[in-house]
């Protein structure tokens, strides 16, 4: 069992930045990989940006350039650091991880923190 707790998030400008930050109760290098997905009303959980394990990153293709994941490993929290806001970031942002375990792979996710973006 891997429990996800989210912070940061909240209000800001468009053009402006926000940080959001996911601890893990295990050790990053136990997970396949960690990473951020993004929800809005009425839609499917789409990713956002994700950490492999090997170190490589995933972005979107809307965040690239924008957002950057990050990893501290010693606190095993993940950072996704959003620049240059656009009110279509706007959601409810969920940390995920994956493990690897006895019965295969299995997904986590946090309790989700909303962002909210204006124009």
């Known amino acids: 069992q891997v429990q996800l707790v989210e912070s940061g998030g909240g209000s800001a400008r468009a053009g402006g930045s926000l940080r959001l930050s996911c601890t893990a109760s295990?050790?990053?290098?136990?997970?396949?990989?960690i990473g951020w997905y993004r929800q809005v009303p009425g839609k499917e959980r789409t990713l956002v940006a994700q950490?492999?394990?090997?170190?490589?990153?995933n972005y979107s293709d809307f965040v690239k350039g924008r957002f950057t994941i990050s990893r501290e490993n010693a606190k095993r929290t993940v950072h996704l650091q959003m620049t240059s806001l656009k009110a279509e970031d706007s959601g409810v942002y969920y940390c995920?991880?994956?493990?690897?375990?006895?019965?295969?792979?299995?997904?986590?996710w946090g309790q989700g923190t909303p962002v909210t973006v204006s124009s």
């Open positions: 950490v492999r394990i090997s170190g490589r990153e």
């Open positions: 295990a050790s990053l290098f136990e997970l396949n990989s």
């Open positions: 995920n991880a994956e493990k690897i375990g006895a019965q295969g792979l299995r997904d986590y």
